[in-house]
């Protein structure tokens, strides 16, 4: 058993602000720009059942185990998985999980930043008015103008990337935790807002609703399927050692699965409540729920500039999603940033500005695939951000949980499971068999049926 109870880098002061700062990392981009673009394009219904099957018999088991691994190694999850392989007494190789979370989170972080710099730019444009009455050609037209000018991308990509760093550097406490204990409640509030502004303003709420549950078979077909289990990890910010970061600040004596199922769930009901914003006000103004990356900058301004108070929910929303992204951010950078700090003499300060530095470098390449680099492709079509986004979540992602997965239910001494699971008696054996048979088959089985 590894015996410590603290971490070096500080602890989150209550199980609350644990369930704070891992919902806030799950909480992001991922559920309101991703899923409801996701759904849009893959058929609605069927992919959502797709996408909650997924979170519940492959994610929440992972979840769990992430968290598990976290707080019984108590470092970042390179050295995290060094000592828990130790204590095991299985082979120190394992410590892959942590590097290939490191390369993950850096190229995840990297094309993170670009659309959250996009989305903290259109807080301006909103407010500005100047979307107001706006129509499809103009709306379209000013999204391109804008990610077509390179100097504007990239700064506000360098803008998000430099308060993320700001607030790692400020350590667990005092950054990350003062952060998420403020945004979480402004993001629920917001969403919760939306949600009534959009049902009572269009009032087509049962429409969104039927959108997000009907089925159309039609556009489903088996990459949704890896599209969806990739958005299930995306979406919970697994398989990359985020959590087993946040994990290793969690303090002990209370349920983890427990607690990984509050998260979960906060996670999926953002995703449908963005859902529930996003669909009525598309069908509302009779606009393409299908649209694409661009449903969140193209489509939703011109529904808000049709609307009453449009320009003031625009606005709201649009905060909503920077603030969402932040929390995350900060949770993609951590693993690297706590990983620097145990290994080197440079303080926290100093390693948040290192790792995020090469990722804001790295991001330069999504930031341009837009305008100076959207040349730059690969046979298949796919640009320099494409790329990112397509390793990082439908196979490092995966790959990671794989290896997760199979570490925490096969590999792991007994008396550190034992000590961890203390609490969760009662859901032990479920947890167990889904992470040592569901969780890893399944996903090998949906990369099998995408390979062929
Ligand atoms: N979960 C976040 C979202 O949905 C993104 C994210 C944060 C993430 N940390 C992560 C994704 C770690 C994968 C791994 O926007």
Known sequence: MVHQTESKHGMWSSRLMFIFAAAGSAVGLGNIWRFPYLAGENGGGVFVLAYLGCIALIGLPILISEILLGRAGRQSPINAMVALADVSKVSRNWQVIGWMGALAGFMILSFYAV??????????????????????????????????????????????????????ARGVGRGLEVTVRYLMPALFFLLVALVIYSAVTTGRFVEGLAFLFQPDFERFNSSSLITAMGQAFFTLSLGMGAIMAYGAYMPKGSSIVGTAATIAILDTSVALMSGLVIFPLVFANGLESSAGPGLMFITLPIAFGQMTGGQVFGTAFFVL?????????????????????????????????????????????????????ADWTLPNGFNFFDTMDYVSNNILLPLGGILIAVFAGWRLSDATLQDQMREDQGSFALWRFLTRFLAPFGVLIVFIVTIF
């Not at 710099?117 to 379209?140: H, K, N, T």
């Not at 077509?148 to 760093?165: R, Y």
Request: glycine share 10%; charged share 10%; hydrophobic share 60%.
């Open 115 to 168: 659309i959250a710099g996009w989305a903290m730019a259109y807080v301006l444009e909103m407010m500005s008015g100047r979307f107001v009455g706006v129509d499809p050609v103009q709306a379209a037209a000013s999204f391109e103008t804008f990610i077509g000018d390179p100097f504007q991308v990239v700064a506000w990509q360098t803008g998000f990337m430099m308060l993320t760093i700001a607030i790692a």
């Open 321 to 373: 999603v920077s603030f969402a992204a932040i929390t995350s951010s900060i949770s993609l950078l951590e693993p690297a940033v706590a990983w620097v700090v145990e290994k080197t003499s440079l303080g926290r300060a100093k390693a948040a500005s290192l790792v995020g530095g090469i990722a804001w470098l790295l991001g330069l390449g999504s930031a341009l695939s837009f305008n100076l680099g």
